[in-house]
């Protein structure tokens, strides 16, 4: 389908020379189809790096929410676990997409009703709102500790994610099992009564 093939090399494109810096003409090239056939399936380039978002947004939601499905996890601790691999593991697999996120999307939006932000958003938001819901959970079955604001406790392990893979994705650190390993470690011991 022309569509996924636009957005496949878009997504190559701009995570190798940037939003600023892949003219559609290119892209077309890349994509092997006329510049035309582009803006029969979106209105402007803006719209493919919007719809790359939400696709990065949507797939990642998807594969917490299997994760969790196969993984089936016992205690709220083990699912805040879950969210953490998975979300890492999606990161590593898609490094391209969140390059995107990373690199371009800052310059991409300017306001806070702004589409681009607003997607990026929602990711933030969602896993925000799956650790609140299994931290609130594991305050009731005893397996989270009780002294723990977990409104801010939730924001901080978002935090955490989302400021692991910013260093992974400028290089200052290797997506290791190591690394991972520590982070869920420490979370774990944080959150156990």
Same mark, same amino acid.
């Given at each position: 389908m022309k569509r996924d093939t636009i957005l496949l090399t878009a997504a190559k494109l701009f995570a190798e020379r940037g939003f600023n810096n892949t003219p559609t003409s290119l892209l077309a090239k890349e994509a092997g189809v006329a510049e035309g056939t582009i803006f029969r399936h979106f209105k402007t380039k803006d719209d493919i790096f919007l719809t790359l978002i939400r696709n990065v947004k949507d797939q990642l939601i998807s594969d917490i929410e299997k994760y969790l499905e196969v993984r089936a996890p016992e205690t709220s601790v083990e699912k805040v676990v879950s969210i953490i691999k998975s979300f890492y593991v999606f990161v590593k697999k898609n490094r391209m997409e969140f390059c995107l996120i990373? !690199?371009? @999307?800052?310059?991409? +939006? =300017? #306001? !806070?009703?702004?589409?681009?932000? *607003? @997607? %990026?958003? #929602?990711? +933030?938001? +969602? $896993?925000? /709102? +799956? *650790? $609140?819901? @299994? *931290? !609130?959970? =594991?305050?009731?079955?005893?397996?989270?500790?009780?002294? %723990?604001?977990? /409104?801010d406790t939730a924001c901080m392990i978002v935090g955490i994610m989302v400021g692991i893979v910013r260093t992974i994705h400028f290089q200052f650190v290797e997506p290791t099992d190591d690394l991972l390993r520590n982070v869920i470690d420490n979370v774990s011991r944080f959150l156990k009564p």
């Open positions: 990373f !690199r371009d @999307a800052p310059t991409r +939006y =300017g #306001e !806070r009703n702004d589409d681009v932000f *607003l @997607a %990026i958003k #929602e990711i +933030y938001s +969602y $896993l925000n /709102e +799956y *650790l $609140l819901v @299994a *931290l !609130r959970d =594991g305050q009731k079955d005893g397996s989270v500790r009780t002294d %723990i604001n977990v /409104e």
